[in-house]
């Protein structure tokens, strides 16, 4: 076993590839009919009760999986070959983070969370049921500024050894993290929601989270 696949936790299995979908439509769907017209022509008719709420998140998060494989592949390429391929797929990494993960994390502790600690509970106020979730997204923003730090580093000259095992741990973490934070979600969060949610509720969320996920440049993410 490879140190890749060593520091790489089980990735959610993505049953269908499905893009380009928005939330608010795939969500929208449901809520406007009860003969879904997604189904394969010649194939059994979709109805609302097999679709679940759930599913816009669902496909956002297999429309981000190619890039988090991504950060365990460039880990690989740490110190193999010239330094100037390495440093772009370091900046893809980055960008990919910055621009899309973290905007996603945000809007999920902004929107998504709250409904999951309200469906959850608790007996003590100062805790919430999604607070290991929210500690997940903290580490993710700060070892992308580590990220950032190391592509500057690599910018300003060759890197050093420990730069490199530096680097490469980096970008390991980062994918174990994330893969392990979206099983999670994927299956204890979201079947809570598609069970207490009615579509129209999981849509006012999804609605809310696409609109906070516009595309912008975020460095960090703190509570």
């Known amino acids: 076993m490879n140190k890749r696949h060593a520091i790489h936790v089980s990735l959610v299995v993505a049953v269908l590839a499905v893009f380009g979908v928005t939330i608010s439509a795939a969500v929208g769907a449901q809520a406007e009919t009860k003969s879904s017209s997604l189904a394969t022509p010649g194939a059994t008719?979709?109805?609302?009760?097999?679709?679940?709420?759930?599913?816009?998140?669902?496909?956002?998060?297999?429309?981000?999986?190619?890039?988090?494989?991504?950060?365990?592949?460039?880990?690989?390429?740490?110190?193999?070959?010239?330094?100037?391929?390495?440093?772009?797929?370091?900046?893809?990494?980055?960008?990919?983070?910055?621009?899309?993960?973290?905007?996603?994390?945000v809007a999920e502790d902004k929107f998504l969370y709250p409904e999951v600690d309200r469906l959850i509970g608790g007996k003590d106020a100062g805790t919430r049921s999604t607070d290991t979730m929210r500690r997940d997204h903290t580490e993710v923003g700060t070892l992308t500024k580590q990220l950032g730090a190391l592509a500057q580093q690599m910018?300003?000259?060759?890197?050093?050894?420990?730069?490199?095992?530096?680097?490469?741990?980096t970008l390991y973490s980062l994918n174990g993290i994330v893969s392990l934070h979206f099983a999670k979600e994927e299956e204890v969060y979201l079947p809570l929601l598609d069970r207490e949610l009615t579509a129209a509720q999981a849509q006012e969320i999804f609605e809310a989270m696409e609109t906070a996920t516009a595309p912008t440049t975020v460095a960090t993410h703190e509570h």
């Not at 097999?50 to 950060?71: C, F």
């Not at 000259?157 to 530096?166: A, E, F, I, N």
């Open 155 to 169: 910018e300003a000259g060759t890197l050093t050894t420990v730069q490199k095992q530096d680097l490469r741990q």
């Open 45 to 105: 008719p979709i109805t609302i009760s097999d679709v679940r709420v759930t599913e816009p998140l669902r496909i956002e998060h297999r429309a981000l999986i190619p890039e988090i494989e991504a950060l365990a592949t460039n880990a690989d390429a740490v110190g193999v070959g010239p330094q100037a391929p390495m440093l772009a797929k370091v900046h893809e990494s980055y960008t990919f983070l910055t621009t899309r993960l973290i905007p996603h994390a």
